[in-house]
């Protein structure tokens, strides 16, 4: 267990925000891309359709009807999609 003082840190945090507001310093951003298309991802993972959908967390219809391009993957899912397509082994655990 680390010794971290979340207090401390939150702290830290509000002063950098501040000093953000004033113009003092510049916040660390990230750009997060695009996951590749959901059946890309899953024919690299080699699951079948019911398989993947199943370990996203969303019905076959739905999964279909992305890969069919009638609707888009939205929220949570995107992330879901992205975390298949970068980190796959975590996914592995779940089979």
Do not use: C, Y
Not at 75 to 93: M, W, Y
């Amino acid at each position: 267990m680390s010794n971290r003082d979340i207090g401390l840190e939150i702290l830290e945090g509000i002063k950098e925000i501040k000093a953000h507001k004033k113009g003092q310093v510049s916040l660390k951003t990230t750009e997060l891309s695009e996951p590749s298309p959901p059946k890309t991802i899953r024919k690299k993972m080699n699951l079948s359709q019911s398989a993947f959908a199943g370990l996203l967390g969303v019905s076959l219809r739905t999964l279909q009807d992305w890969e069919q391009g009638r609707r888009n993957p939205q929220g949570s899912a995107i992330a879901l999609l992205r975390i298949a397509e970068q980190h796959p082994e975590v996914f592995s655990d779940l089979r």
